[in-house]
């Protein structure tokens, strides 16, 4: 089967929309055509590939696993041609290109800004795009092209063998309260004191919030209902600032609110030493551009130097 003989540009469009609406119906609004016209390229890549990748019902539209698959990689197919095109332009008008980076709400500020900033003096006209979110969405939009690397902490591992995680640093999570805050002043804390008072904190697929309850659940025995949660941060410091909650964070996250505002502590809390390795991303079977092996070097630096 020669794939590169056969299927087009139209084809993996067909296919990639398909497969997110669901829909011959709504797949003919997205791509601008009639119904009978997906329906006719449809049976004309079927009959191309020999196989079914779509099961039809009255009732149900959806891929087969042969589909599900070819629209995973005409999604990574479409996304690099967006890509191209992007740096083609930018290239034209003078630009050295851009980088789409995903990222995790726990990442360290500081060395974000840094690598950034060593980036950009290397390559003046770089432009970098972050897009935030929970760290396993962030695994799909980077398998699917969406994103070129990505910071996150995550064992990317298990997501595939095409997916490579170069370590940056190691990582604690600190608890924070206002420095008004009953427990402020004291010189040492347990977590079975901390479940005593009411928390801030992230959404449950993250892995602070994680932490926090698992800590707490062996700690005390139980688990004070969530008061407020939520994953913006100025947000939950804002909480923190009335003097009645507490929220946990990374521990360079944690320390860089601190230095910024004096309304912020970190709590000495025993056995509060769980650490994971915060990584850079990438998929293995893309070769890397001059501008992520610059902007990968100078997160390697920062993370060493601050």
Excluded at 85 to 102: C, K, M, R, T, Y
Excluded at 132 to 156: E, K, P, Q, W, Y
Aim: proline letters at 3%; one cysteine or more.
């Amino acid at each position: 089967m020669h794939f590169k003989q056969r299927l087009t540009i139209k084809h993996l469009r067909l296919i990639s929309v398909l497969a997110q609406e669901l829909s011959i119906a709504r797949c003919a609004t997205t791509l601008y055509t009639s119904q009978s016209a997906v329906s006719r390229t449809l049976a004309e890549i079927e009959t191309l590939l020999g196989a079914k990748l779509f099961e039809r019902t009255t009732r149900q539209f959806r891929p087969t696993p042969l589909g599900q698959n070819l629209a995973r990689h005409a999604e990574q197919v479409l996304s690099q041609l967006d890509k191209a095109e992007a740096e083609f332009n930018a290239i034209a008008s003078g630009d050295l290109g851009s980088l789409n980076v995903g990222i995790i709400g726990a990442f360290s500020p500081r060395i974000l800004a840094k690598a950034t900033n060593q980036a950009r003096a290397v390559a003046p006209k770089l432009a970098v795009h972050f897009h935030s979110n929970f760290a396993d969405a962030l695994i799909v939009d980077l398998m699917r092209g969406r994103c070129d690397l990505l910071l996150t902490h995550l064992d990317v591992r298990q997501f595939g063998e095409d997916l490579i995680a170069e370590p940056l640093y190691e990582e604690h999570i600190s608890v924070l309260s206002a420095a008004n805050h009953p427990l402020a002043r004291r010189k040492r804390l347990s977590w079975k004191e901390l479940s005593n008072y009411p928390w801030v904190v992230t959404p449950v697929q993250t892995s602070t919030r994680r932490t926090v309850e698992r800590n707490l659940r062996i700690s005390a025995g139980q688990l004070n209902p969530v008061v407020v949660e939520t994953m913006e941060l100025h947000y939950v410091i804002e909480f923190l600032k009335s003097g009645k909650y507490l929220t946990a964070m990374s521990s360079r996250l944690a320390k860089w609110f601190e230095q910024s505002t004096r309304d912020i502590k970190t709590l000495p809390v025993d056995g509060n030493d769980t650490s994971t390795t915060v990584c850079v991303a990438r998929l293995a079977s893309r070769k890397l551009s001059e501008l992520e092996k610059i902007f990968i070097d100078n997160l390697k630096s920062a993370a060493r130097s601050t």
